[in-house]
């Protein structure tokens, strides 16, 4: 009897050895994490495989697992249906392989919404619907800049108008690499500098805290737009001259410990066409082991130096452009819609600051125009500021002008149509954008007009609709009523105006835009129409 109780008790003990830990329940969109003792001996990084399979009714994944150090191994779940869910382990270790058990998965938490996906061909949207327009900033290494300018990035974020942003997955070369306190002493590989990295072996310590801001991140509801490869080394660490098959190992370790979150989007490289050993078709086996590891299909680009890749490749989700000159006029980011039939992302459209270098000394007045330009030509913009902060960097506080004005714009966007703004006429009146017959934003941009002649194009109008407008100082930030409304008559073959012919008088300043919105119920004629449309459609 003692022998059998000694043995049953050796039985618990090696069970709960080889399962350390996994949750019984998780909210829809969190993070179910099945934690397993395995064999630490050889290289486990590559020597063992490890997987799972999810299963909820007709639902079934399968993500990889990962090492995550002293035998320790691990596999991340996000559930998107509520219920119960089983899995079963698949691996070469038989200590990992065959393990099974469920979870539940309960309600989404507040404020969770599911992935980021791409909605209406140029438009976003989170996974259960709910409308998204991201708002993007740069903080390229701040999760290399201490504990403390951590914190204070995210107590920025709290209150700024941003809800996504670009970050590094491995650091910049910089030499004597100290901000502050800190030193920076972990690096994504075994080892210390060029002459003693293992490029077979993962530092475990330095992914943490990248996991640590990715959920800080997900907490305030901001999408980490996740940059996996850099060029920024030029052979001193070597991170942007690793093997092929390095590469490859990378990426699928990458996609196995991060792609649970459900605020990850995949950049595979900033200014790719400065790795020039890469070629495009280098590129295109990036972006499909990407695509084949991740079962929840996250957002995937790549973001441009200069040379274009292809961006109507089908592994590539939306446009992450860098090109200046786009944001100067709002047509540019219309005339990308229509070449790449994507959602245009202006990522790099230079920086408001005092920086030496050309492309961080943009003015507070000129970050907005261009911010504004790539809206009301329905795309989206990414802000960064040079301001001594060095905010594009690190983060830490945000000292520039533009953010309250971006602050402003997002607040205008997101109290007009739902699913965004659409072109207006974009041939002719590219400064327009809205939805026909209901909304219209006007943009004057550095134009300095005293009035403007009440003037819609007639798409989806008819005679005696109502409007009334706003007038809206972009810089100062105020909206101010016109205290009239106008019913519109058809003036030609391609527009309507206000049927008395009146005006709107402005400042003659700079930076002004018009909010025109339909008022009182529809006309049959525009019912007629929209019965048409959608009939076409």
């Known amino acids: 009897m003692i022998f059998l109780r000694r043995n049953f008790i050796l039985f618990i003990l090696m069970l709960s050895a080889i399962v350390l830990h996994a949750q019984e329940k998780t909210p829809k969109w969190g993070i179910f994490e099945l934690t397993l003792q395995g064999n630490s001996s050889g290289n486990p990084f590559i020597d063992t495989k490890l997987s799972a399979e999810f299963k909820h009714g007709n639902k079934v994944y399968r993500p990889e697992g990962f090492y995550d150090g002293n035998g320790v191994f691990k596999i991340r779940f996000m559930p998107n249906e509520e219920g119960v869910w089983t899995y079963v382990t698949n691996s070469n270790d038989k200590k990992l392989n065959n393990k099974k058990g469920k979870f539940i998965c309960t309600a989404a938490l507040p404020n969770v919404h599911g992935p980021v996906r791409v909605s209406h061909k140029y438009h976003f949207a989170y996974e259960d619907s709910t409308n998204y327009t991201p708002f993007g900033t740069t903080i390229y290494e701040w999760s290399f800049r201490g504990k403390e300018n951590r914190a204070q990035t995210i107590e920025t974020l709290k209150t700024s108008p941003f809800n996504k942003v670009r970050m590094l997955a491995i650091p910049p070369y910089k030499k004597n690499y100290v901000e502050g306190p800190d030193k920076l002493t972990l690096f994504p590989f075994v080892g210390t500098d060029k002459t003693n990295f293992d490029f077979t072996r993962f530092n475990p310590e330095y992914f943490k805290i990248l996991e640590e801001d990715i959920k800080s991140l997900s907490e305030i509801g901001i999408e980490a737009d996740f940059i996996l490869f850099r060029p920024y080394d030029k052979g001193k660490w070597g991170f942007d001259m690793m093997a092929d098959s390095t590469n490859i190992m990378y990426i699928k370790y990458m996609v196995a410990r991060f792609a649970a979150y459900h605020n990850i989007w995949w950049s595979m490289c900033n200014e790719n066409s400065f790795i020039k050993h ?105 802000h960064g500021e040079t301001t001594p902060t060095g905010w594009i960097s690190g983060g830490g506080k945000l000292e520039g002008e533009s953010p309250a004005r971006i602050a402003f714009l997002r607040k205008i966007l997101e109290d007009g149509p739902k699913g965004g703004l659409e072109p207006i006429d974009k041939y002719y009146t590219p400064n327009f954008a809205g939805k026909y017959g209901e909304y219209y934003l ?41 205290d009239k409304s106008f019913e519109i008559q058809a003036l030609d073959n391609y527009s309507y105006i206000d049927k008395q012919k009146q005006s709107i008088t402005l400042s003659g300043k700079p930076y002004m835009a018009l909010r025109i919105i339909k008022i009182g119920d529809e006309t049959e004629t525009q019912k007629a129409n929209k019965t048409k449309i959608n009939e076409l459609e």
């Open 278 to 382: 890469l070629t495009d078709e280098d590129w295109d086996r990036y972006f499909q082991a990407v695509q084949k590891a991740d079962p929840y299909s996250h957002l995937l680009s790549i973001h441009n130096a200069d040379r274009l890749y292809d961006y109507t490749k089908p592994w590539v989700t939306h446009v992450s452009y860098q090109y200046y000159n786009v944001v100067k006029s709002p047509w540019g980011t219309s005339l990308l819609s229509d070449i790449y039939r994507k959602p245009i992302v202006n990522d790099e459209i230079n920086y408001e600051g005092n920086s030496g270098s050309r492309w961080g000394q943009l003015t507070g007045e000129e970050m907005t125009f261009r911010f504004w330009n790539a809206y009301i030509g329905c795309g989206f913009a990414t």
């Open 442 to 482: 006007i943009y004057f941009g550095k134009e300095t007009p005293t009035e403007w002649k009440f003037k819609l194009p007639k798409s989806m109008l008819a005679t005696g609709m109502k409007f009334k407008v706003d007038v809206i100082d972009t810089w100062n930030m105020t909206i101010t009523p016109v």
